[in-house]
Nanobody, 118 residues
Framework: QVQLVESGGGLVQAGGSLRLSCAASGRTFSSYAMGWFRQSPGKEREFVARISWSGTIITYVDSVKGRFTISRSNAKNTMYLQMNSLKPEDTAVYYC???????????WGQGTQVTVSS
């Protein structure tokens, strides 16, 4: 059974930075693509970024391009999301997820709250 644990959330002023981490266990982390999602109150969960198993193929939602950077360390079984130039609209619970080989996001972490004050 795979386990994903996010950390690094918190309260930051607009323009500030945070670095989220997602520690994985229970599977061969390096075999799977991983992603970050977020959900704000009253809104559906939104895709933020995806990174391939090798780290060579990366995609972002348009709203975070140029501000967020997804990365991973397969040696540490950990994925990261560096968030710079944060905006109040980035406020959400951020989740990491593991992509199943056949497609679809099969496993989720418990989430970490990010709050950006104006």
């Amino acid at each position: 059974q795979v386990q994903l644990v996010e950390s690094g959330g918190g309260l930051v002023q607009a323009g500030g930075s945070l670095r989220l981490s997602c520690a994985a266990s229970g599977r061969t982390f390096s075999s799977y693509a991983m992603g970050w999602f977020r959900q704000s109150p009253g809104k559906e969960r939104e895709f933020v970024a995806r990174i391939s198993w090798s780290g060579t193929i990366i995609t972002y939602v348009d709203s975070v391009k140029g501000r967020f950077t997804i990365s991973r360390s397969n040696a540490k079984n950990t994925m990261y999301l560096q968030m710079n130039s944060l905006k109040p609209e980035d406020t959400a619970v951020y989740y990491c997820a593991l992509e199943e080989p056949g497609g679809g996001w099969g496993h989720w972490g418990q989430g970490t709250q990010v709050t950006v004050s104006s």
